[in-house]
């Protein structure tokens, strides 16, 4: 069994930081990519951004330059660091864990935490 837990959501106003944690647990070699999804209320789930064991990063166009996504992989854990926030980064961070290396992904979900930004 594989367990992923985000953390670190709450709400922040505009223009402030936040530091999301994400730690994946249970029968786990490595962690081949980390990635941050997020959904806005009446919207569809948006990638935000992943890392891979390489830390080879990418990021959604509208939070590149604010966000960062690092990871350490002795812990399994990826972080986001959310800069600059704005009230359109509100809605529900998922953090995902894919486990395969190769072309078949092998993923796990955490639950979400919300971030809330008011402006």
Do not use: H
């Not at 990519?33 to 959604?60: C, H, N």
């Not at 002795?74 to 995902?96: H, V």
């Amino acid at each position: 069994q594989v367990q992923v837990v985000e953390s670190g959501g709450g709400l922040v106003q505009a223009g402030g930081s936040l530091r999301l944690s994400c730690v994946a647990s249970g029968n786990i070699f490595r962690v081949a990519v980390f990635a941050w999804y997020r959904q806005a209320p009446g919207k569809q789930r948006e990638l935000v951004a992943d890392i891979t064991t390489g830390d080879m990063a990418r990021y959604s166009e509208s939070v590149k330059g604010r966000f960062t996504i690092s990871r350490d992989n002795a812990k399994y854990t990826s972080y986001l660091q959310m800069n600059n926030l704005k009230p359109e980064d509100t809605g529900t961070y998922y953090c995902a864990a894919d486990l395969s290396p190769g072309p078949v992904s092998d993923e796990y979900w955490g639950q979400g935490t919300q971030v809330t930004v008011s402006s």
